[in-house]
């Protein structure tokens, strides 16, 4: 069955840098395209970043444009989200989802950009 594992949040200072990993497994995880959502402590889950299933192609919340680079490693059934400039507002968990089954969801990874 699918499974999606988000790591590499963690506590950083405004201004600083994250990368984050989610490995893929269940799935022919070249064949789909794949995507970032994070959540914030009270509010709805909000799209973050898009990438298609070669990598050519992405897209950005207008939130992230700048900061945010998604990219993936076919090779090794991961997605990647470097998060530089990192501003208070970008606290929260962080999900990686998967065009293959977009009803699932893993336990995510917690983000806190705090000084």
């Known amino acids: 069955q699918v499974q999606l594992v988000e790591s590499g949040g963690g506590l950083v200072q405004p201004g600083g840098s994250l990368r984050l990993s989610c490995a893929a497994s269940?799935?022919?995880?070249?064949?789909?395209?794949m995507t970032w959502y994070r959540q914030a402590r009270g509010k709805e889950r909000e799209f973050v970043a898009y990438?298609?299933?070669?990598?050519?192609?992405?897209n950005y919340a207008d939130s992230v444009k700048g900061r945010f680079t998604i990219s993936r490693d076919n090779a090794k059934d991961t997605v990647y989200l470097q998060m530089n400039t990192l501003k208070p507002e970008d606290t929260g968990v962080y999900y990686c989802?998967?065009?293959?089954?977009?009803?699932?969801w893993g336990n995510g990874t917690l983000v806190t950009v705090s000084s």
């Open positions: 989802n998967s065009y293959y089954d977009s009803n699932y």
């Open positions: 269940g799935f022919t995880f070249s064949r789909y395209a």
């Open positions: 990438i298609t299933n070669s990598g050519i192609r992405t």
